[in-house]
């Protein structure tokens, strides 16, 4: 595969480089190509391994066995330099841009290739999949995909080596906070608030006998929470 004659030389390589190193807070990427129904992980241009190797064999194990347990089929999982050396791939790129976690703290992120469908003994015709297996390829795929981004956020790479433990939940004070808020907000639903109501939520809150019993209850949240990968 031609590189180029130097690091993001062409146009569409610029524009995506640009993108992903504007984003600061990602965990993971995944780079998905057919065919040849693999898992390649870091790196692809030498056989030095990743100081978080550990990690990538880990998830690679995982998505093969998620992917086999869907519908039968085996994907290998290995270095990206077992195929064939390459300079300037995806998931190396991916896994060399440290990125800002939600807590503050740098880490790396994981950085994956997905040789999809069909198996390599097919040549060329490879390239070509049969329509009827396309949604197939999406069934097996999409579980695996939830997982590997579940782990990253579960997992994330501390760029000295090893993992960074998950952030931990909210602060007690903001759960406070959010709780006040949903209190003043069905107090007012009932009695007209006084012009003081919306700077003093706090102590309404905790001398009206409704908002008391309120309190005690878990509010609905607003928000997404750090670990949900969807929102």
Do not use: M
């Amino acid at each position: 595969t031609y590189r180029g004659p130097s690091a993001e030389s062409e146009p569409e390589t610029k524009v995506l480089s640009a993108y992903y190193k504007s984003l600061d807070r990602v965990t993971a990427a995944i780079d998905f190509h057919t065919f040849s129904q693999l898992i390649l992980r870091p790196w692809g241009d030498t056989k030095v391994l990743p100081v978080h190797d550990k990690q990538y064999i880990d998830i690679g194990t995982q998505i093969h066995n998620i992917i086999k347990g869907v519908s039968g089929l085996n994907y290998v999982s290995e270095p990206s330099i077992s195929l064939y050396p390459t300079t300037g791939t995806a998931s190396d790129f991916f896994y060399s841009v440290k990125k800002t976690g939600t807590d503050g703290k740098a880490i790396l992120p994981y950085g994956i290739t997905i040789e999809l469908r069909p198996d390599a003994n097919q040549g060329s015709n490879g390239f070509i999949l049969p329509p009827a297996q396309i949604i197939p390829t999406g069934d097996e795929i999409y579980p695996a995909f939830v997982a590997y981004a579940n782990y990253s956020l579960q997992n994330r790479l501390n760029p000295s080596g090893g993992v960074f433990p998950p952030p931990g939940p909210p602060s007690s004070s903001t759960t406070t906070t959010a709780t006040a808020t949903t209190t003043s907000t069905a107090t007012t639903t009932t009695t007209p608030p006084t012009p003081t109501s919306t700077t003093t939520q706090t102590t309404t809150t905790t001398t009206k006998p409704t908002s008391t019993s309120t309190a005690t209850a878990t509010p609905t949240p607003t928000s997404c929470p750090w670990w949900a990968w969807w929102c």
